[in-house]
């Protein structure tokens, strides 16, 4: 029987009946009945998902009751416990801290933090001696991450009768920025319009913000930027912070902070100041006020995220200022209420160097050390913008005095945007894990980012008003994948896969046997499409979909694709070695000799640190261009396969997301297939002329 048409909108939360009689059989055993302590807004919105969640998956009544009956599942804070008798010792409830959790069950209770469990419920008299399974943390929210964690398990038909789980993020701050307009759109978004409804805010609370902060408390994001980094002046106006106050008392529930992206000449603009100068004192005295104004609408306000004397927005340069200033003048002003400040290290000044990949170095490098404890340093994965692949951000290893938010993209700009299918776990995995050998062998991007002063990471939504939240289905899996890896970037983009695929579409072994390795392989594909060997910015300008590695019409030489890829008769890519830009001697060693070298320069960065002549020979023993050639056909066999991997699947997926996924990938194909023909043709011609002139 075909399944029920779904539109996507219940994302990876669909709680469907287990079809697996074994696990059935054991859950119901395990959880006879539910006890949810407490009585605060999180505790009502932990026993609604309890009360969604328990009988839809165990298809049977799930009785919610005050005293444990029967085998009970427990969930509360470590105080909420202490009233039915189960105390944490002290020094164990701090070490998970604000936002770890705790699951146990009886009999799996050994190394966790209520290890007395088993005693406590073999005690004859014990309030608690129908306990069989418990979530605890120190504060509600992390409570709820708990019982998120445990639906997981049972949505993934996971072994639960032996739980002893400690779960603690390994990075602080975990915040979706939304590149949201007051007007509704959403520069580079592709799912429909802003989820935030400024016109209706403050009076009109949407139940789909509730269904977002949800969808975000389930995979552990506990921020949300919510406006442009191209910022409106508007958005810090009285009218706006009553709208974001509204939006902000909503989220608090679900552990998720606001945040927001301020324009840097607000002092002038709003303020009536005559200079934004952040060495003025006035200009300080302004923010501080206002910093005050947001805090007293927002007691758990986050903070604020800069974009300045980047891509034409105003920052403390236009004052002769720098970074640092303009930076701890904001800092200063968060600090009192726990703010803390992302500066954007997104500056490419190429009067500063000819070679955008090195600018942003050049520029922040000086100011290490320079920065309030409370600034953290915002750096994209790579050092161009988010491209289909890039080497990791020199930045990362660089300031080591210094925290640095990494910022990735989760809506694909320059990867298919919501028409490809392109999963990105393996992306972000090939950055965190990449060593930047800044303090010898194992200084991951990870590791620098997870840095124990204060550490954060960024995510550029894909959120918008569709009904399934994120234009196409698969790219669910992105948002999902980057609060994963947030939480615990230990995770493999297998597992989160895995994990994902389970519960959005089947537990099924083909189902999952067969979307597993397609999401697996997209990304690469797609680079190879698109851009393959180290390529990169061959997009069409603006809209940034679709080739043009010939445009050379923008102002700036640094907007034309050419300058990019600088293929001639001799050869292509751009020659980053140190007789090039020397953008590889701001790698750590052994890194910048492994790049500056032809012979050990991974063939995935090849064409991003050198220019390399058409005949030269690849590992496979082709040529470049043969090499060229045979990446994009592979790039395109990929969405054949997955073409064809999904047209099997048609009686295992409803009908509605089925037909929405096929057209998808028809349209990928095709435009696989442009960026094949285009670039091949394009690049043909000097490879011709090479020929010729042999
Ligand atoms: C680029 C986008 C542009 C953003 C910019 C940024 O094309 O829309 O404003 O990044 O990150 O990728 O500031």
């Known amino acids: ?119 406590l419920r073999d005690a004859p008299q014990s309030p608690i001696s129908n306990l069989q399974c418990l979530i605890t943390a120190n504060a509600a929210p992390a409570v709820l991450t708990g019982v998120f964690h445990l639906l997981r398990l049972l949505q993934t038909h996971q072994d ?51 269904d977002y902060a949800r969808a975000c408390a389930s995979i552990g994001i506990n921020g949300a930027c919510l406006t442009n980094v191209n910022a409106s002046i508007k958005g810090l106006t009285a009218e706006y912070l009553e709208k974001t106050a509204a939006l902000a008392d909503g989220f608090r529930p679900y552990g998720v902070r606001v945040f927001l992206s301020p324009q840097f000449t607000a002092p002038v603009r709003i303020g009536g100041l005559s200079t934004s100068d952040p060495r003025d004192p006035n200009v300080a005295a ?21 974009k300045a004397n980047s891509e034409g927005q105003p920052g403390p340069q236009d004052n002769g200022a720098n970074h640092d200033d303009g930076a701890n003048m904001l800092a200063d002003a968060l600090a009192p209420h726990g703010g803390f400040l992302l500066w954007r290290a997104f500056v490419y000044d190429t009067n500063i160097d000819a070679d955008r ?35 990791f951000h020199p930045l990362f290893g660089a300031m080591p005095r210094t925290p640095l938010a990494l910022e990735l993209q989760i809506t694909q700009e320059y990867l298919g945007q919501s028409k490809h299918l392109v999963y990105l776990g393996g992306m972000w995995k090939e950055v965190l894990d990449s060593d930047t050998y800044a303090q010898g062998v194992g200084s991951t991007v990870a590791k620098i980012v997870s840095a124990p002063m204060n550490s954060c990471i960024v995510g550029v939504a894909n959120t918008g008003t569709d009904r399934n939240w994120c234009g196409h289905h698969f790219s669910q899996a992105n948002w999902y994948a980057f609060g994963r890896l947030a939480w615990d970037y230990e995770l493999s983009a297998e597992a989160i896969a895995d994990e994902w695929i389970r519960m959005t579409w089947s ?70 070695t140190h007789t090039g830009s020397i953008n590889v001697g701001m790698y750590h060693r052994p ?45 395109i066999t990929f969405v054949e396969e997955m073409q064809n991997a999904w047209q099997r699947l048609q009686s295992k997926i409803d009908g509605e997301r089925f037909e929405h996924v096929r057209q998808r990938l028809t349209h990928q194909l095709e435009n696989a297939r442009e960026w094949r023909d285009v670039c091949i043709e394009y690049f043909g011609q000097f490879q011709n002329s090479a020929t010729e002139s042999h």
């Open 507 to 576: 537990n099924e072994s083909r189902v999952v046997d067969m979307l597993k390795p397609m999401m697996l392989g997209s990304w690469e594909a797609c680079v190879n499409y698109m851009m393959p060997l180290g390529l990169h910015h061959l997009m069409k300008e603006h809209h940034h979909y679709g080739p043009d590695p010939g445009f050379n019409g923008a102002p700036r030489p640094d907007w034309n694709n050419v300058y990019y890829h600088r293929a001639d008769m001799n050869g292509i890519g751009f020659d980053r």
């Open 160 to 210: 639960i009768r032996a739980l002893d789980i400690v779960s603690v993020p390994k990075i602080r701050h975990r915040i979706l920025a939304h590149w949201d307009n007051l007007d509704g759109t959403i520069e580079r978004g592709y799912a429909g319009r802003s989820l935030w409804n400024w016109d209706e805010l403050p009076a009109k609370i949407a139940a789909r913000y509730h």
């Open 1 to 119: 029987m075909q399944a029920r048409n779904e539109s996507g909108y219940e994302l990876w939360l669909r709680y469907r009946p287990l079809d697996d009689a074994e696990r059935l059989a054991q859950y119901r055993a395990a959880i006879n009945s539910v006890v949810v302590l407490g009585t605060s807004a999180t505790a009502a919105i932990i026993k609604n998902e309890l009360v969604r969640a328990m009988p839809a998956l165990l298809d049977v009544d799930v009785p919610f009751v005050d005293n444990p009956i029967g085998n009970t599942l427990i969930v509360g804070t470590v105080d909420e416990l202490k009233t039915i008798g189960v105390s944490i010792s002290p020094d164990d409830s701090r070490n998970i801290g604000d936002e770890g959790c705790v699951i146990a069950s009886a009999e799996g209770a050994k190394q966790s933090l209520i290890s007395n469990l088993q005693s």
């Open 357 to 391: 990949a090195n600018c942003a170095n050049k520029e922040f490098v000086p100011l290490d050390g320079k920065f309030r404890s409370n600034v953290l340093v915002q750096a994209k994965n790579g050092p161009i913008d988010f491209q289909p692949r890039e080497p």
């Open 591 to 635: 890194l910048c000799e492994e790049f500056d070298n032809i012979a050990t320069c991974p063939e995935k960065f090849l064409l991003w640190f050198h220019h390399v002549p058409w005949h030269h020979r690849l590992y496979s023993g082709r040529t470049l261009w043969q090499e060229l050639q045979h990446r994009y056909d592979e790039g």
């Open 286 to 306: 302004w923010w501080k006020d206002k910093v005050d104004e947001i805090y007293r609408l927002i007691p758990d306000f986050g903070g604020f995220q800069v």
